[in-house]
């Protein structure tokens, strides 16, 4: 299942708006297709405090219907719709900030925000995606706890994504727990620590998100629209690594993943976060010293092979 998170939809919620007189006349002028008019009464709405309208004119905004495209303006009015508690306005904010739209820098501290004032309200979609932040450590430290039960609730209020993430949440908690009570006598005899010189070097991947450094090594690799990949090939051992399969690919550290490597390997790696610096360094699994360091930003790309 694909967890990513859907891209932002404004729309108007006319029907949803209390009825008064501007509501309707803005209602009857944007079904004629009459959208300055429509403006003109959903913008007096909304500077009587209507939270709907606000949203609707950060919708005129957002799209240009009987105004000048601005996004400014369409995020100063969805703000305002947010904080007056209308609950669309919060997920879209959400969304928006999630993923850097509308000439919006991405910042998952805001999307976090916005996504828990609309779950505060048992919003499901806001719940979900919630949800979605708390299982990859965006702007908040990584809780499969918390996202559990945040998926479970949108999926109690009837958010048809939020079932089969939750699914997949049970099964990466169940192979957490696998990897960390059952031992392999095979891999015991292989391990790269009771074996160094079969494993001489070593990769350590991290990155900076905000300038800050992620709780969890996942969260380099947990962009929704497809995000950073890892491609490995250690001796005649080759994988993919995305945040779905990270956890077998190394340990975690305090300084990131690290990757126990074969003498011969080769490591590709591109950052397809604009927020994001990716860090790579290989180093001497004995002695520590570091043979090999390279970062990226954007779209940048690291290939290290020995």
Not at 73 to 89: D, P, R, T, Y
Request: hydrophobic share 35%.
């Amino acid at each position: 299942m694909n967890k990513a998170i859907s891209a932002t939809f404004l729309y108007l919620l006319l029907s949803a708006i209390s009825i008064a007189a501007p509501i309707d006349d803005g209602s009857a002028a944007y079904k004629s297709g009459n959208y300055s008019e429509a403006y003109k009464f959903f913008k007096l709405a909304a500077d009587q405090g209507n939270a709907g309208a606000m949203n609707n004119l950060a919708a005129f905004y957002m799209n240009g219907l009987g105004v000048s495209r601005d996004y400014s303006q369409g995020i100063k009015w969805l703000k305002m719709a947010g904080e007056n508690g209308f609950v669309s306005a919060q997920v879209n904010l959400g969304q928006i900030y999630s993923k850097g739209e509308y000439d919006q820098k991405k910042d998952y501290p805001q999307a976090l925000k916005w996504f828990k004032m609309a779950a505060a309200q048992g919003d499901p979609r806001g719940e979900f995606l919630l949800g979605l932040m708390y299982w990859d450590g965006l702007g908040t430290r990584k809780n499969l706890e918390e996202a559990k039960k945040l998926l479970n609730a949108a999926v109690k209020h009837g958010e048809k994504d939020a079932k089969d993430a939750l699914i997949e949440l049970e099964r990466e908690s169940s192979q957490r727990k696998t990897s960390s009570s059952s031992v392999d006598p095979i891999k015991e005899i292989l391990s790269p620590t009771k074996n160094p010189d079969i494993y001489p070097y070593e990769a350590v991947v991290s990155c900076l998100i905000f300038g800050t450094t992620p709780s969890m090594p996942e969260a380099c690799f947990s962009d929704r629209l497809g995000g950073t990949q890892l491609e490995v090939r250690s001796g005649q051992d080759y994988q993919m690594y995305t945040a779905f399969n990270l956890l077998s690919a190394g340990s975690y550290t305090n300084e990131g993943l690290v990757i126990k490597l074969h003498k011969d390997f080769v490591i590709n790696a591109q950052n397809a976060d604009e927020n994001m610096i990716l860090n790579i360094k290989i180093r001497n699994s004995k002695t520590g010293a570091i043979i090999y360091q390279k970062s990226a930003g954007q779209y940048g790309y690291i290939r290290i092979r020995n």
